[in-house]
């Protein structure tokens, strides 16, 4: 028996439907913010990823499915949604229209690491992408946007937000990162260890305990931006306070992407055994330029779908039931299954849910049928009611029938 790759899941039609859902209020939130659709290739030239989401960062050197194709070209599966979307960005000239650029997609994404709770090798994000608006106000847009979306879901998250300045101030703080984890070298994690040379601001983001009890007493980002994201910080407060947004100021949050600039943002729960970050994002005003297209401000965040569903699930969060048929078609014979199939036909063009026998069931065995699928109502067709052209109608939940002539079916049935 051939099994499912290790770090992936079937998502089984008992479950579709809550994807279906959450899927359905991200599109309709989107839409209120003006946010369209953008749909890319599942797989990239593996360049995009080194150069935009960043080659020292756990993505590029540990996570990424990359191979070479049959030109010998390096391909990766995209680990994240940002970079596609700049990608598209630029080489469809969408800077040169009307600005801002505002992008959602529900997109597949692929990390090599190892699986656990909310966290798959294949998983599924949600994300938008705001291109073109270099103030404060877009970010607070985009927060507004994901608190907007995971109220409506029912979740209960706390937002963190922070800025990690721009490549100007944080020169300064990198200097003063290396200096502070310079006596701590020994101590540190092998990653890290290739950090502290490479990218200082990374060791902010390791998950490995003793890193994290040492960089808890590292420097404040905020304390060396420059006064341009001073400011910048100052009027993302403003915005938020102004909307009524409640946020917490968390100095070490960095994100786990090289792209990020100026703020920071996070969205957690405590309702997935330890905390857990449900959605991230921020600003990147340098990678549009930085993967060859004109200097361009951006501002985005993505969500993990199976993180977010185990989120609900833990908190209560209300789902609607899957669909299920209006009424259910039994027929006696093979000649009353025909008719029971014709008329099944008919209801399903009006958008009414219909189902019939397809397993040449007894009418008993029908009526426990119909009775897992939810069905509200069981139409029954033997011989009489083929003749006569009038079925039996019986209301599963009361219990009670009438007869209904076929040619009346559709009204019958209409907002049932």
Same mark, same amino acid.
């Given at each position: 028996?051939?099994?499912?790759?290790?770090?992936?899941?079937?998502?089984?039609?008992?479950?579709?439907?809550?994807?279906?859902?959450?899927?359905?209020?991200?599109?309709?939130?989107?839409?209120?913010?003006?946010?369209?659709?953008?749909?890319?290739?599942?797989?990239?030239?593996?360049?995009?990823?080194?150069?935009?989401?960043?080659?020292?960062?756990?993505?590029?050197?540990?996570?990424?499915?990359?191979?070479?194709?049959?030109?010998?070209?390096?391909?990766?599966?995209?680990?994240?949604?940002?970079?596609?979307?700049?990608?598209?960005?630029?080489?469809?000239?969408?800077?040169?229209?009307?600005?801002?650029?505002?992008?959602?997609?529900?997109?597949?994404?692929?990390?090599?690491?190892?699986?656990?709770?909310?966290?798959?090798?294949?998983?599924?994000?949600?994300?938008?992408?705001?291109?073109?608006?270099?103030?404060?106000?877009?970010?607070?847009?985009?927060?507004?946007?994901?608190?907007?979306?995971?109220?409506?879901?029912?979740?209960?998250?706390?937002?963190?937000?922070?800025?990690?300045?721009?490549?100007? +101030?944080?020169?300064?703080?990198?200097?003063?990162?290396?200096?502070?984890?310079?006596?701590? %070298? @020994?101590? !540190? $994690? /092998? =990653? *890290?260890?290739?950090?502290?040379?490479?990218?200082?601001?990374?060791?902010?983001? +390791?998950?490995?305990?003793?890193?994290?009890?040492?960089?808890?007493?590292?420097?404040?980002? %905020? @304390?060396? !931006? $420059? /006064? =341009? *994201?001073?400011?910048?910080?100052?009027?993302?407060?403003?915005?938020?306070?102004?909307?009524?947004?409640?946020?917490?100021?968390?100095?070490?949050?960095?994100?786990?992407?090289?792209?990020?600039?100026?703020?920071?943002?996070?969205?957690?729960?405590?309702?997935?055994?330890?905390?857990?970050?449900?959605?991230?994002?921020?600003?990147?005003?340098?990678?549009?330029?930085?993967?060859?297209?004109?200097?361009?401000?951006?501002?985005?965040?993505?969500?993990?779908?199976?993180?977010?569903?185990?989120?609900?699930?833990?908190?209560?969060?209300?789902?609607?039931?899957?669909?299920?048929?209006?009424?259910?078609?039994?027929?006696?014979?093979?000649?009353?299954?025909?008719?029971?199939?014709?008329?099944?036909?008919?209801?399903?063009?009006?958008?009414?849910?219909?189902?019939?026998?397809?397993?040449?069931?007894?009418?008993?065995?029908?009526?426990?049928?119909?009775?897992?699928?939810?069905?509200?109502?069981?139409?029954?067709?033997?011989?009489?009611?083929?003749?006569?052209?009038?079925?039996?109608?019986?209301?599963?939940?009361?219990?009670?029938?009438?007869?209904?002539?076929?040619?009346?079916?559709?009204?019958?049935?209409?907002?049932?």
């Amino acid at each position: 028996m051939i099994t499912i790759p290790k770090g992936t899941k079937d998502i089984l039609p008992t479950d579709s439907y809550k994807w279906q859902y959450v899927e359905g209020v991200a599109r309709d939130i989107a839409k209120r913010f003006s946010f369209k659709e953008i749909r890319t290739p599942v797989f990239e030239h593996t360049e995009l990823f080194q150069r935009g989401v960043g080659e020292t960062t756990d993505v590029v050197t540990k996570e990424m499915y990359t191979f070479r194709d049959k030109g010998d070209r390096s391909i990766t599966l995209k680990p994240e949604g940002t970079a596609g979307v700049a990608r598209s960005f630029i080489e469809n000239g969408m800077y040169g229209g009307v600005l801002p650029a505002k992008m959602f997609y529900i997109i597949p994404a692929f990390r090599y690491e190892r699986p656990q709770a909310g966290r798959l090798r294949e998983f599924h994000q949600f994300g938008v992408e705001f291109f073109g608006a270099k103030g404060a106000d877009a970010d607070a847009e985009t927060i507004l946007l994901a608190q907007q979306l995971l109220e409506t879901l029912g979740l209960k998250v706390k937002l963190f937000i922070n800025s990690i300045g721009c490549p100007t +101030c944080r020169a300064a703080y990198n200097k003063a990162l290396k200096e502070f984890f310079e006596p701590h %070298l @020994d101590e !540190l $994690c /092998p =990653d *890290c260890k290739t950090r502290h040379g490479k990218n200082p601001l990374r060791l902010l983001d +390791c998950k490995e305990e003793n890193c994290r009890k040492i960089n808890a007493n590292a420097p404040s980002i %905020l @304390d060396y !931006l $420059c /006064p =341009d *994201c001073a400011a910048h910080f100052e009027s993302l407060k403003d915005y938020l306070s102004a909307a009524g947004v409640s946020y917490e100021i968390n100095p070490r949050i960095v994100r786990g992407l090289d792209y990020y600039t100026r703020t920071v943002f996070e969205f957690v729960s405590d309702n997935i055994g330890a905390q857990g970050t449900v959605c991230g994002g921020g600003r990147y005003d340098g990678l549009i330029e930085e993967l060859g297209g004109p200097a361009t401000p951006a501002v985005g965040f993505g969500l993990g779908i199976e993180r977010l569903l185990m989120v609900m699930d833990s908190c209560g969060a209300d789902l609607p039931e899957a669909d299920k048929p209006t009424v259910y078609l039994a027929g006696m014979d093979a000649a009353c299954r025909q008719k029971a199939f014709v008329l099944a036909a008919q209801l399903r063009k009006q958008g009414i849910l219909a189902e019939t026998d397809h397993m040449e069931r007894s009418i008993k065995a029908q009526f426990k049928y119909a009775d897992k699928l939810g069905a509200k109502y069981v139409a029954v067709i033997g011989g009489n009611e083929l003749e006569s052209g009038v079925m039996n109608v019986k209301c599963m939940a009361t219990g009670e029938s009438e007869s209904v002539p076929f040619a009346n079916a559709t009204e019958y049935f209409s907002g049932k």
